[in-house]
């Protein structure tokens, strides 16, 4: 157990630094077709989270969506180098990546402005989801309406008069991939504990070292105390050490040591519960699953930003991870966590308790 917990933190720490700490919230659409008229229509939306690249060619563009070729922006211009052709990339070109193409012909604008059909094609790549599909053609739609100077007939004021976001904003303030793990890991390390301390407590039962310590003038409650202490400073400092090394105790570090404190005897708790009902390490390992799995959800969910669900908001881990997620990434204070605290408070007090009283009817019945 203690090479395990040492191999985990290592593995933690290397991951995480690993992990990309960047974010692009913008979809690269290339646009091809001498019609500029309609490439400037195009250009009034960009900063709506599109990344307009311009195509010298119908062709290159469909090269690029298709993974056949790749697109290099040098300055206003757009460099298309064909896979497997040996052209070197020139210096300080910026790569594009491309998922969907816009094709608008040669006689878009007239056509158009004289109330006939155009034909406009659009290259999508396999990966990009649907909706955002269905939003390009609807761009598409909504740029020959306003060539044509036909009015939409939708009211559309503003969007801050049309769209209603519910719960947190989050645009312009997206997590990185090693910001969303970042609770994860820190949680991985206290389930790690947990089950070194399970695995312990059920040794210590299966051979009676309870039963020796306790012909000693120890009582009872010197051997759950001991236990209790020793499991959740045990856990603390692994995380604390873990903190430290991915750069996490940020601007709140007495805040996130709060957190970190109450999920250390939060999980002292769990392992007791979960060493008390195994008869060795196998039982232990299966009882400690059984526990890891539902308390390991919430961190999970961390990393797809939105809403939880209630039964998710209802796991003990829950408070946890959000109060993690709130400080370590957002930068929320005390005032903000409060909530989480007071929850996460509450968890302990009832899974210590459940695991001191069975540990100790346990200990007893030897």
């Known amino acids: 157990m203690a090479f395990l917990t040492v191999l985990v933190v290592v593995v933690v720490i290397a991951l995480f630094w690993i992990l990309p700490d960047d974010v692009d919230e ?9 019609d500029t008229a ?11 989270g599109l990344d307009l690249v311009a195509f010298p060619t119908a062709e290159d563009l469909e090269a690029v969506v298709g993974g056949t070729a790749e697109a290099w922006r040098t300055g206003d ?14 210096e300080g070109a910026v790569a594009s990546n491309v998922g969907i193409g816009i094709v608008f012909p040669a006689d878009f604008f007239q056509v158009t402005a004289a109330g006939r059909q155009s034909v406009v094609r ?22 020959a309406f306003a060539v044509a100077g036909d009015v939409l007939p939708v009211a559309t004021p503003s969007p801050d008069q049309v ?23 820190v949680f991985l390390i206290l389930l790690m504990e947990m089950f070194a301390m399970a695995s312990l407590i059920a040794k210590e039962i299966q051979d009676r070292t309870v039963t020796a310590v306790l012909v000693t003038p120890a009582t009872v409650g010197d051997v759950l105390a001991a236990k209790s202490i020793a499991g959740a400073l045990s856990g603390l400092g692994q995380a604390v050490v873990v903190l430290i090394a991915i750069n996490s105790l940020g601007t709140h570090p007495w805040l996130i040591l709060t957190l ?15 060493g008390s009902t195994g008869h060795d390490f196998m039982s232990t390992l299966f009882n400690g699953m059984l ?14 930003p939105g809403t939880a669900s209630v039964w998710i908001r209802a796991l ?17 204070g005390w005032a903000d966590t409060l909530p989480q605290l007071a929850a996460l408070a509450a968890w302990c007090a009832v899974l210590f308790v459940l695991g001191w009283i069975v540990l100790k009817r346990k200990v007893q019945a030897l």
């Open 260 to 274: 970190m404190l109450l999920g250390s005897v939060m999980i002292a708790g769990t392992a007791m519960l979960a």
């Open 316 to 332: 003990p881990s829950y408070p946890l991870v959000e109060g993690l997620v709130n400080v370590t990434t957002y930068g929320a």
């Open 163 to 185: 769209f209603v976001i519910l719960g947190e904003d989050r645009v312009g303030n997206q997590a990185s991939a090693r910001d969303g793990f970042r609770p994860v890991f």
């Open 291 to 304: 526990f890891m799995v539902p308390l390991i959800i919430p961190a999970f969910a961390a990393l797809f």
């Open 38 to 48: 309609a490439v400037a229509g195009l250009e009034s939306i960009e900063d709506e």
């Open 122 to 143: 659009i290259y999508v790549d396999a990966a990009i989801p649907a909706e955002v599909e269905t939003s390009m053609s609807s761009l598409v739609r909504e740029l």
């Open 26 to 34: 913008s979809i690269g659409v290339g646009v091809a077709g001498p």
């Open 77 to 90: 211009e757009t460099l298309v180098i064909e896979a497997g052709s040996g052209i070197e990339v020139p």
